[in-house]
């Protein structure tokens, strides 16, 4: 059985890693969908798909599934996003996720979706770290290692520091 769980992962954190290991022990194989791929170089989305993938096969190893690490762009029509999805992934039976657009998208498509609890979300949240990143915190403990290797090759916080500066005219 094949698992999809789609995220932004701006950055991937220990919240997503903890989620994907139980369902790792649910499926054989998983698809992590990456959301919004066409996104990068802003406060919001600062890292590009590839470097999303970079960082989220590298925490990836640890899992006993086979993973599929895939970028999904956004599509400017969401009655046609389920469609764009599976026309971009191997074919999976179950999704993982809490979003209610995506969980409300899957649903009306008929396809089974399992809502996975929250783990410590006052702590593993993107928007957290993102903050954290910018005001100087220590954010690398919130992240796999293989992550915060990865953000500090690219030099990431400088590039989120510096996309969130404007112009001064
Ligand atoms: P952001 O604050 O940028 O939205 P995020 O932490 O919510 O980041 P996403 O990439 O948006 O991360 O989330 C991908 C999926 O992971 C979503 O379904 C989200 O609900 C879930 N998720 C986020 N944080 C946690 C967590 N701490 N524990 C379990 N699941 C989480
Ligand atoms: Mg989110």
Sequence with gaps: MRGLYIGRFQPYHLGHQVVLQKIAQEVDEIVVGIGSAQESHTQEN?????????????????LEATCYVIPLEDVARNAVWVSHVRAMIPSFEVVYSNNPLVVRLFTEAGVAVK???MYKREIYSGTRIREMMLSGANWEGLVPEPVAAA??????VDRLRTVGKD???
């Design 46 to 62: 600062p890292f590009t798909a590839g470097e999303r993938v970079t960082m989220i096969a590298g925490a990836l190893k640890d």
């Design 115 to 117: 809502r996975p609890p």
């Design 151 to 156: 953000i500090k090759e690219i030099d990431g």
């Design 167 to 169: 112009d001064g005219g």
